[in-house]
C-alpha cells in the first residue's frame, strides 16, 4: 500500500460510545495531522505530531483524544462526543512539521446520532 | 488574524471555457502557499506549492501562480473530469500551522 489510508470510511456511533479511528501512512513521513472537516467551513486543524511527539492542540474537546504509536500510525480516540461532531475527519502526513506538503487521507464520515 | 479567502464560491464553466480562481492569504511571514484538489466525499488532493512572488508551476490544464498578496489557479481549456472543488491554504512563519480556506466548487459542463 502506499499514501495515507484511514479507516474505517465511515462511521455511525451513538453519544456514549467510545470509537476510534486509525491512520497509517507509508510515505517515511515525520509529521501526521488530525483535521476536521464540516460543510461551508474551512478544514480545521485538530492535532499535529511530529517525530512522535504532539506539537499542536487547537483547542480540541477533550473528547477527542489523539495517539501517535510511531511514525506510521496515528489514531483519534473518541467518546461522548456530540451530534455537531458529525464531519469528515481527515489525517494527513508530511516530510516535516512545517512548510513542506501535506498529503491526505480518504477521511472518515463520521455520523453522530 | 491570519487568514486566506478564496473566490468564487462556486463556478460554473462550459468545457472548453478557461478561467481563474483566486485566493488572497496572509502576506507577512509566507513560507508556503499550496493548491489542493478535492473530489466529493474523498480528501484534499496535492497538486502545488509556490514559495515566493512570481513563482509559476503547471500541470496538465492547471498553473498556479503567485503575488506578494494573491495566488491564481488558472485552468485552461477545462474538461469535465476538472470538477471539484479547489482548496487553498497557506503555512506562515506566525502561525505554523496550515490555514486553508473554505474553496471554489467548479463544476465544469460538457
Redesign the interface.
Known sequence: ETG?T?TPRHLVMGMTNKKSLKCEQHLGHNAM?WYKQSA????E?MF?YSLEERV?NNSVPSRFSPECPNSSHLFLHLHTLQPEDSA?Y?C?SSQEW??????????T?LTVV | EDQVTQSPEALRLQEGESSSLNCSYTVSGLRGLFWYRQDPGKGPEFLFTLYSAGEEKEKERLKATLTKKESFLHITAPKPEDSATYLCAEFTSGTYKYIFGTGTRLKVLA
Open positions: 495515507v484511514q495531522y461551508k467551513k474551512p478544514l486543524l499535529v499542536e469528515l481527515l494527513a512545517g512548510h513542506t506538503e501535506a498529503f491526505f487521507g480518504q477521511g464520515r
